[in-house]
């Protein structure tokens, strides 16, 4: 169950779109539609922003979008802003009844 | 609306166990899952395991079987995760999450746990 792999930041001012990457293997990712995306800022809950590699949830913004291509997603953030800048999680279904979680990216709105 | 909550922070010496609450709310906690994780200090979301609302299955981590142990509370809608044999590494903010159709919808506010001598 080796963890997902995420740039360990990123960072980009606002109105700039930014991309984070997550890489897994043919296990998780390349095996299973149902990566999703968190929003964590520090100190509060995780919230999560993203479903199924591009669905979102209603209530989140549609600045944010999701990809898959083989065994790597990805999270755009079209237009960002000030209120993104927070820490970025991806995760998997692994099969067997196990989930993974990527390292987390900190994005650093400039 | 759905409402989880946490107990509130532990300090603990090495050795012990420290046992979280995950009180949810607004939803039917039988048709869902309840997942853990916790953040240590400066890194990144792990993800300990769950625990099945309607039968009390549970999937742990490989990372934490044998220290880890997660129950419920049907009637009061609370799960519990229990640690033990603690040590200074354990010292996270702990979370609970609602699974629902393989994604953590709603979160706790997190429960700080700190192992210290």
């Known amino acids: ?110 | 609306q759905v409402q989880v909550v946490q107990s509130g922070a532990e300090v603990k010496k090495p050795g012990a166990s420290v046992k979280v609450s995950c009180k949810t709310s607004g939803y039917s906690f039988t048709a869902n899952a309840v997942h853990w994780l916790r953040q240590a200090p400066g890194q990144g979301l792990e993800w300990m395991g769950w625990i099945n609302g309607v039968d009390g299955y549970t999937k742990y981590s490989q990372n934490f079987r044998g220290r880890v142990t997660f129950t419920s509370d049907t009637s009061a809608s609370t799960a519990y995760m229990e640690l033990s044999s603690l040590g200074s590494e354990d010292t996270a903010v702990y979370y609970c999450a609602k699974g629902h159709n393989f994604v953590l919808d709603y979160w706790g506010q997190g429960t700080l746990v700190t192992v210290s001598s």
């Open chain 1, 1 to 110: 169950q080796s963890a997902l792999t995420q740039p360990a930041s990123v960072s980009g001012s606002p109105g700039q779109s930014i991309t984070i990457s997550c890489t897994g293997t043919s296990s998780d990712i390349g095996n299973y539609n149902l990566v999703s995306w968190y929003q964590h800022h520090p100190g509060k809950a995780p919230k999560f922003i993203i479903y199924e590699f591009t669905k979102r949830p209603s209530g989140v913004s549609n600045r944010f979008s999701g990809s898959k291509s083989g065994t790597t997603a990805s999270l755009t953030i079209s237009g960002v802003q000030a209120e993104d800048e927070a820490d970025y999680y991806c995760c998997s279904y692994a099969g067997s009844d196990i989930w993974v979680f990527g390292g987390g990216t900190k994005l650093t709105v400039l």
